[in-house]
């Protein structure tokens, strides 16, 4: 009865919030004004506005001013004075939780969830169904069971703040009328061990009638082998409801062919933007490109252009300034207590009309070992095009500089795990290349120059990117393999794996 009475009244609920949003996509650059200033107010109470002269400071450009950029490591003084217990050090009072992540440098980082952001981070992915539902009229996946997925809830504390993983945190405020034909179950999600979790998954759900699944495609996929091995059935047929994929973390174009595969049958997919540092932006529409950016919901937007991001003074651009077709870094200032955060994130606008995004890799992620600058997007836009020309499928794949240590040439290393391998290879290789010198001019100028090879491949084996996530203590969850590295580290680890 609870699931009948949740699917007759989304649609209603579902215009009525998409109504709204609707209104905000025409108010948003003022939206972001008042959400600074709110934030200041707010902020010159703090030990950190008090630092930052937030008394005399009333506009972005002031702000800018006022307020270094900086990353997690730079931050973290006044993170490890919560940590210690101190009050109304980035924000008023203490946080609500500490969303625990890892970071390549700091180590584990513990950002700052407050009681007026976590608004942000739980009604994000709700908008993005609902958007759904007033768009196309498909409310059916609301009377199934949906997998959200979810790192363990249970919480440790740390200076007596809860503290765990992001998706754990929000899974205690799963609303009440989804709980009932929410998946996994509590005591599954608090499996520590990923593939003892996945197991139980596959038990769990494998008679039930799932109409929605969400997660990071690696690990769909996983879970949709486990489900095939298990039954020797298309997903399709194993759910023959399923019609609603939500997925987020990475790029999914090179995950869509094979996916879809495994379901049997094409369904509609709804991307997410979320982070520990907060729920930037969702797709809100099926006809659109791009993510619709979350400027009403307590965090202010700051973007670099990429190539200026580590300059001393880089621009500093609010999205009334923005353009498309720009690579920015993004930048934000939260009711968590962010200030002038740097997320790390490369974003590209496809739309000021609303303000729509897409995700395009990571600034630390790119390859610039002979000062090509090669970046996330065009490295799985070449392999997209090589995928389509050659008919050739692939379950994961990363890239990387070989620096020739004798009368060999340079060039990059694509590391692949393919589904299919393409009946010719070298025809493959030279579409890749290609693909790429198209995407990049500084990467053609080097070919061109004879200054670089072509780009070679090793193929990995069958399951050997798993295997190494999982030798490395990052299998499941929400761990990817980084797209493209600058140095052979992630290299030289994938050798064992190596065909």
């Excluded at 215009?15 to 707010?42: P, V």
């Excluded at 982070?275 to 700051?302: C, H, K, M, P, V």
Aim: proline share 4%; aromatic share 10%; charged share 20%.
């Amino acid at each position: 009865m609870l699931l009948q009475l949740t699917a007759k009244l989304a649609r209603p609920y579902a215009n009525y919030i998409y109504r709204s949003l609707r209104r905000g996509m025409l108010t948003a650059a003022a939206d972001q004004e008042k959400i600074l200033a709110e934030l200041l107010k707010q902020g010159k109470k703090t030990q950190f506005g008090k630092d930052h002269a937030f008394r005399d400071v009333n506009n972005a450009s002031e702000f800018a001013r006022s307020v270094p950029i900086r990353d997690y490591e730079q931050l973290k003084p006044y993170i490890e004075a919560v940590k210690q217990g101190g009050e109304n050090i980035l924000w008023k009072g203490k946080p609500l939780y500490f969303a625990k992540t890892s970071g390549t440098t700091s180590g584990i980082k513990y950002i700052p969830i407050s009681k007026d952001s976590i608004s942000n981070h739980i009604h994000g992915a709700r908008n993005a169904l609902l958007c759904y539902i007033a768009t196309t009229g498909q409310s059916a996946f609301t009377s199934g069971n949906m997998i959200f997925l979810s790192g363990s809830p249970e919480l440790e504390r740390v200076g007596g703040i809860p503290t765990g993983r992001l998706s754990g945190i929000v899974n205690h405020h799963v609303p009440a009328y989804l709980r009932s034909n929410q998946l996994p179950s509590f005591e599954t999600n608090c499996i520590e061990d990923w593939e003892a979790k996945l197991d139980k998954i596959v038990e769990e759900t494998l008679l039930k009638p799932m109409t929605l699944i969400s997660g990071i495609p690696p690990w769909m996929q996983m879970y949709f082998d486990r489900l095939q091995a298990k039954t020797g059935k298309k997903i399709g047929d194993i759910f023959p409801r399923f019609n609603l994929m939500v997925h987020g973390g990475v790029n999914f174009s090179p995950y869509r062919q094979k996916l879809m595969e495994s379901i049997g049958r094409s369904i509609d997919t709804i991307e997410l933007y979320p982070a520990s540092e907060g729920f930037f932006a969702f797709q809100d529409s099926q006809q659109e490109e791009g993510l619709l950016l979350n400027t009403n919901s307590g965090i202010f937007y700051e973007f670099i252009p990429v190539h200026e991001v580590f300059n001393e003074n880089p621009t500093r651009l609010t999205i009334d300034q923005v353009s498309t077709d720009v690579q920015y870094a993004i930048v934000i200032s939260s009711n968590a207590g962010l200030w002038g955060y740097l997320v790390g994130d490369t974003v590209k606008f496809t739309s000021t009309r609303p303000y729509r995004l897409l995700v395009t890799g990571r600034i630390k992620h790119f390859i610039s070992a002979f000062g090509e600058h090669v970046i996330g997007e065009e490295v799985e836009k070449a392999m997209n095009s090589a995928l389509a020309a050659s008919g050739a499928r692939i379950t994961e794949f990363t890239v990387a500089p070989c620096i020739a240590s004798g009368d060999g040439k340079s060039y990059h290393e694509w590391f692949i795990e393919f589904e299919k391998e393409p009946d010719h290879f070298d025809d493959f290789i030279t579409s890749l290349d290609s693909s790429l010198r198209e995407l990049n001019v500084y990467y053609d100028d080097l070919i061109a120059g004879n200054i670089l090879d072509r780009l070679h491949i090793t193929r990995i084996r069958k399951n050997g990117f798993i295997d190494y996530m999982r030798s490395a203590g990052k299998l499941g969850g929400q761990n990817k393999v980084p797209r493209l590295s600058n140095d052979r580290v992630l290299a030289d680890a994938l050798q064992p794996w190596q065909l």
